[in-house]
């Protein structure tokens, strides 16, 4: 489990981040003994407490962390109410979000600030010659270095494209309703949708519905919190959206005029929807707005002469859009998150592999062992339909719980998969 407690020039006054600098070698001796790992990031507008402690289920992580709030307030000599306010507390992935977005100097003062950079890193250092540095620490600030240096590195060129999907969302602001109530349907499932359901959820939108031609719209839909759309209801779904964004990767169009045609959806029927209650006037009338992100086009230029509809594409969007949206800090951010991810997803993995291997020999050595007994005690050698076959359907049965336990594990839920395979088949973590 990481966690970081943050106090900083948003939330902090001066005397409070002042009171945490004067005692951080007795806050960093303190938690030295409190959590197996820890590091402490001073600076003159940003005190952090970076803390890596055992796996624990959500109650108990909830406990850690009131604990070490407890403790910060006792030796900080703070009224521990005036701490739990102004503090800033993340876990697990947010934590490392946070410490990345930190280290690039997308939360300072000075947005883009380089001094932090070193700061992050003679923080690591601090910590590495105190001897409190985890190998989850160690793997949690290396990256933060890293992704600083991407950034510095990267932002403002390598990151343009993805960028186009916010500034195509600016231009979306006026012509869809609030984002928190719009119908939104994304077609594709490559490195566009992922930064458009990002850019989408920055500003609120829920009721996201992804639909991909390669068939890759069930995965992408579980792993992004999605809901895919059946091939036989894409139909309803365009006639029900509020707006349609295409990005996929294909060399042809995808939505022809035909598709709108076949679902009826008229610029008087979205009036009469969105006036019943209210009168009908004309300044009511909603189009339903296409914007096509794809290259080539992934919408037919035809869809633009229907009735109800307004078409956005890539062309339009860059003779249109203000130059300043194309910002560095969008850019910084996303290659922020993708980093986050990464981390997440790898320290997933770490946590819960001891306990996918304990499960995979559990399961193995049953299989030996009836296989040693149909050998009449001869250690079992490969051969055989049936061995073969017997085989592969222990495999093919080790599948299922070990994606489940990995997914459990990617969603921050280590404690509770690990408890799973101890419950079900003995296996310890």
């Known amino acids: 489990m990481l966690l970081c407690i943050s106090l900083n020039h948003r939330a902090s006054s001066l005397p409070l981040l002042e009171s945490a600098s004067r005692h951080s070698e007795r806050i960093a001796a303190s ?11 001073a ?5 952090e407490l970076y803390l890596d402690a055992p796996e624990h289920p959500s109650e108990a992580s909830a406990e850690f962390t009131d604990a070490a709030l407890q403790q910060f307030a006792v030796i900080a000599e703070l009224p521990l109410a005036e701490l739990t306010a102004a503090a800033e507390v993340a876990v697990d992935g947010a934590a490392a979000r946070h410490l990345f977005a930190v280290a690039s100097g997308l939360e300072s003062a000075a947005l883009g600030e380089d001094e932090i950079a070193g700061q992050v890193r003679r923080a690591h250092t601090t910590a590495r010659a105190a001897n409190t540095v985890t190998d989850g620490l160690e793997r949690l600030f290396q990256t933060a270095t890293r992704t600083s240096r991407s ?9 343009a494209g993805r960028s186009l999907v916010r500034l195509a969302l600016v231009l979306a602001e006026r012509r869809v309703p609030a984002w928190s109530e719009a119908s939104i349907v994304l077609i594709g499932t490559g490195a566009y949708a992922g930064a458009t359901v990002a850019a989408l959820r920055d500003r609120g939108a829920k009721d996201i519905l992804v639909h991909s031609p390669s068939g890759r719209a069930v995965a992408f839909a579980a792993s992004h919190d999605l809901t895919a759309i059946a091939p036989e209801n894409l139909d309803r779904a365009l006639a029900e959206a509020d ?3 295409a990005c996929s990767t294909t060399q042809d169009p995808l939505l022809h005029a ?3 045609a076949r679902s009826g959806h008229t610029a008087a029927a979205r009036t009469q929807s969105s006036s019943m209650g209210s009168g009908e006037t004309e300044s009511e009338a909603r189009p339903q707005l296409l ?23 890539l062309d339009t969007i860059a003779r249109h859009a203000p130059v300043p949206e194309l910002s560095a800090e969008s850019e910084a951010r996303e290659l922020v998150e993708a980093a986050a991810a990464e981390f997440a997803t790898d320290q997933a993995e770490r946590i819960i592999g001891p306990t996918l291997a304990g499960l995979r020999g559990h399961v193995l050595s049953i299989l030996e062992d009836e296989l040693c007994r149909a050998h009449g005690g001869a250690s079992a050698t490969p051969g055989g ?22 997914a459990l594990a990617r969603e921050g839920k280590h404690a509770e998969a690990q408890a799973a395979a101890n419950a079900l088949f ?4």
């Not at 950034?151 to 990151?159: A, L, Q, V």
Request: hydrophobic content about 40%.
């Open 31 to 41: 938690f030295a003994s409190f959590a197996p790992g820890s590091a402490l990031l």
């Open 43 to 47: 600076t003159c507008n940003r005190f």
């Open 151 to 159: 950034i510095r590195e990267r932002t403002g060129i390598h990151s």
């Open 243 to 245: 707006l349609v964004i």
């Open 258 to 260: 035909a598709d709108f």
């Open 291 to 313: 914007l096509d992100l794809g290259m080539p086009r992934n919408i037919d230029p035809e869809v633009a002469e229907l009735p109800g509809i307004e078409l956005l594409d």
């Open 385 to 406: 339909e049936v061995e073969t076959a017997l085989r592969r359907f222990t495999g093919r049965l080790l599948h299922e719980p070990t994606t489940r336990l990995r």
């Open 426 to 429: 003995g296996v310890e973590a």
